[in-house]
């Protein structure tokens, strides 16, 4: 499985990314797709995912702030990150995880190579 990641790049505080994801070789149709993100000296958490029934999960400290949705279709999830704040800052990994599973490593079937995300302040 080939997660092809765009976006992220460096913003103040207060501003906004948009990370895309492209699932370049297998259909969505009944995965949930997502990211996680690892920022230095901490270890990789999941941010926010989106099933295939559209049930969303978001981690606690981005809720009211990021916005993800996906298109089957086009086999491509993107991740709307606005008001972002320095603890942001990480790289951003696409998943695809096992559908009706929790947001978590166990349940990862595969990863995107990563994109940095830099908050400045």
């Known amino acids: 499985v080939q997660l092809v990641e765009s976006g992220g790049g460096l913003v103040k505080t207060g501003g906004s990314l948009s990370l895309s994801c492209r699932a370049a070789?297998?259909?969505?149709?009944?995965?949930?797709i997502g990211w996680f993100r690892q920022a230095p000296g901490k270890e990789r958490e999941g941010v926010s995912s989106?099933?295939?029934?559209?049930?969303?999960y978001y981690t606690d400290s981005v809720k009211g702030r990021f916005t993800i949705s996906r298109d089957n279709n086009l086999r491509t999830a993107t991740l709307q990150m606005n008001n972002l704040k320095p603890d942001d800052t990480a790289v951003y990994y696409c998943?695809?995880?096992?559908?009706?599973?929790?947001?978590?490593?166990?349940?990862?079937?595969?990863w995107g190579r990563g994109t940095q995300g830099t908050v400045s302040a």
């Open positions: 998943a695809i995880g096992v559908g009706g599973e929790p947001w978590i490593y166990p349940y990862i079937r595969a």
């Open positions: 070789d297998v259909t969505l149709d009944y995965n949930t």
């Open positions: 989106i099933s295939s029934t559209s049930d969303i």
